[in-house]
C-alpha cells in the first residue's frame, strides 16, 4: 500500500466527517418523516381510508423531482428514493389498518 501525503488524509478525512454528519442527519429527518407518517396511518386506519393516496404519492414524486433538479441531484434518483420511502410507508399503514 502506498503512503498517503498528510495533508491529502486531512482533507479525506475532514470530508468524510462531513460526509458522517450528513449521513446522522438524514437518519434523523427519516426517523422525523416515519413519525408522521405512522400518525397518517394512525388517522387513515381510525377512518377507513386505503393506505396509499396515489394522487398524492404522484405529486410529491413531481414535487421531489423539481427539488431534485433545482439542487443539482439526479431527478431519477430522488424518484427512486421517494418511491422506496413511499413503499414502506404504505407498509407501514396498511401494518396499522389490519391490527385496528
Known amino acids: 500500500m502506498t503512503e498517503i501525503d ?3 488524509q486531512a482533507e479525506l478525512n475532514r470530508l468524510r466527517g462531513s ?4 449521513d446522522a442527519a438524514v437518519v434523523h429527518m427519516l426517523a422525523e418523516r416515519f413519525k408522521c407518517t ?3 396511518g394512525v388517522l ?4 377507513q ?5 396515489p394522487a398524492r404519492e404522484s405529486r410529491q414524486i413531481e414535487r421531489l423531482r423539481e427539488l431534485a433538479e433545482s439542487a443539482r441531484l439526479d431527478p431519477a434518483f430522488a424518484e427512486k428514493l421517494l418511491n ?3 413503499a414502506e410507508v404504505i407498509r407501514h399503514h396498511e401494518t396499522i389498518a389490519q391490527s385496528g
Request: net charge neutral; aromatic share 4%; glycine share 0%.
Open 6 to 8: 498528510p495533508a491529502v
Open 38 to 40: 405512522q400518525q397518517v
Open 44 to 47: 387513515k386506519a381510525k377512518h
Open 49 to 53: 381510508l386505503p393506505p396509499a393516496d
Open 84 to 86: 422506496f420511502i413511499i
Open 19 to 22: 460526509i458522517d454528519n450528513i
